[in-house]
């Protein structure tokens, strides 16, 4: 430096001089970020510690009640519109909604129901205080308000700090695939679907029972990756949300 500073009126160097002079400062400016680099000491990020509390329970009954409600939004409006139309692909398209409302109104309760045996008194805090005047809220069974609580803890568990430094704006994807790999859950899902389910094979013929068994089977994937992608964007959106507050108080203190 001290060469360049004594020359530093000369127009022209040679090359060999721009060349080392050039690497003298490149190592000198790594030398200063290293360390300044060992001053800055690594802080664990309180998002890798959430855990489900009672409030957290409340809110998962409350979503998951909102997952199935567009769902049934969805396939009602579907029905509605392909109900009357003759081509063959509108009659496909309403024998699947028929289906799909078949198996979604075997999950959902009504008001009074779940206010007399609830399995946990206190998740029902969120639907209660979110009810209009109509009481139009949808409510899930206890037993699929548990498939959302297990569905939680796996959400839970992946939306951590260390999984937004490595994926970014994959998360979702990455969650949504992991997720739907998992077979516990898929096949706890289909117990909830077929609790309450009845079957009347009186008046059908063997094609017509495994036709109706190959079309519930496609609903429910179809239900289930549904709800599995509702579910997550909700959980995700309230993580960049804790997220972006914990920034806020670490940048401007307590």
């Known amino acids: 430096m ?20 050039f690497n003298i400062s490149v190592e000198i400016r790594k030398f200063i970020l290293a360390e300044k680099a060992k001053k800055v000491q ?7 510690r959430c855990t ?6 409340a809110r998962a009954r409350y979503v998951g ?23 063959p692909s509108a009659e496909d398209i309403y024998q699947n909604a028929k289906c799909a409302l078949n198996i979604l109104d075997c999950i959902i309760i009504d008001e009074q129901g779940i206010h007399s045996t609830p399995s946990e008194p206190g998740s029902l805090v969120d639907v209660s205080k979110r009810q209009n005047l109509h009481r139009g809220l949808t409510n899930i069974t206890d037993r699929l ?14 939306f951590i700090d260390k999984n937004v430094n490595i994926l970014g704006a994959d998360m979702f994807k990455v969650c949504q695939k ?48 549904s709800v599995i992608k509702h579910y997550i964007m909700v959980m995700l959106n309230q993580f960049r949300k804790d997220a972006l507050d914990v920034l806020q108080v670490e940048r401007n203190g307590p």
Request: glycine share 2%; hydrophobic share 35%; aromatic share 12%.
């Open 145 to 158: 308000f548990k498939f959302f609580i297990n569905l939680t803890v796996k959400c839970l568990g992946f």
């Open 65 to 87: 009640g909102y997952c199935i409600a567009k769902m049934r939004h969805k396939y009602i409006n579907k029905k509605a519109c392909h109900r009357f139309l003759s081509k």
């Open 178 to 225: 992991q997720i739907l790999s998992s077979i516990p859950l898929y096949e706890e899902f289909l117990r909830c679907c077929t609790e309450k389910e009845e079957v009347n094979m009186d008046d059908m013929s063997i094609e017509g029972i495994v036709q109706s068994a190959i079309l519930k089977v496609s609903q429910y994937e179809s239900i289930y990756e």
């Open 2 to 21: 001290q060469c360049l500073k004594l020359f530093e009126n000369e127009t022209s160097y040679s090359i060999a001089h721009h060349r080392i002079c």
């Open 52 to 57: 489900l509390t009672e409030a957290s329970h």
């Open 42 to 48: 690594a802080v664990e990020n309180n998002l890798s």
